[in-house]
């Protein structure tokens, strides 16, 4: 049992193969560094900033299961972060943001839009969330064109929209009403 303990050990102590090497990670670093000043450069957010001065510096970009590199990594996005808040905020520019355009299309203010679908012997209806009217709209138009029909729209004086649908000339006896909630 004393002689698995002091292998274990010994494995402990090896040095981790994995950490970039000290020289290669300064190359790193200034590569974040002068990315970050150049306000040429329109970097989406700062892991693309740290993905780019890896690839300029050389260095494969590493996996969590190299632990050493890993931590490195880390730390590179943090510093490619704040030298991109640093750069950024001297110029007053606002496009820059930390969080991902998916975030920010989150917090877009949404309408809630009710749709009333009526065929010939009966009728149902949901609501919907969208940025307007009109990407209900294109929603309702795309599902009719993979149908196979054509559609037409109708605004009425409360606001609502009517589609209603043909094929080849002949009225569908079904309709679909879109008003906003």
Not at 56 to 82: D, K, L
Not at 90 to 110: D, H, Q, V
């Amino acid at each position: 049992m004393n002689l698995l303990q002091n292998l274990y050990i010994l494995s402990e102590a090896k040095e981790d193969m994995s950490i970039v090497p000290q020289d290669a990670f300064k190359d790193i670093k200034k590569n974040i560094k002068d990315g970050a000043a150049d306000l040429e450069q329109e970097w989406a957010n700062a892991l693309e900033l740290v993905q780019k001065a890896y690839s300029v510096a050389g260095v494969e970009r590493p996996t969590p299961s190299m632990r050493g590199a890993w931590t490195q990594y880390e730390e590179m996005i943090t510093y490619a972060v704040n030298e991109l808040a640093d750069a950024h905020k001297l110029t007053g520019n606002k496009s820059w943001r930390m969080s991902s355009t998916i975030f920010k299309e989150a917090m877009e203010p949404r309408i809630k839009v009710r749709v009333y679908e009526v065929g010939e012997k009966s009728g149902k209806g949901h609501t919907v969330e969208a940025k307007n009217m009109e990407e209900v709209v294109k929603m309702v138009r795309k599902q009719s064109d993979a149908a196979g029909y054509d559609m037409d729209t109708n605004e009425d004086d409360c606001g609502c929209t009517t589609c209603t649908f043909s094929n080849h000339g002949i009225q569908r006896n079904y309709k679909v009403t879109l008003q906003r909630l």
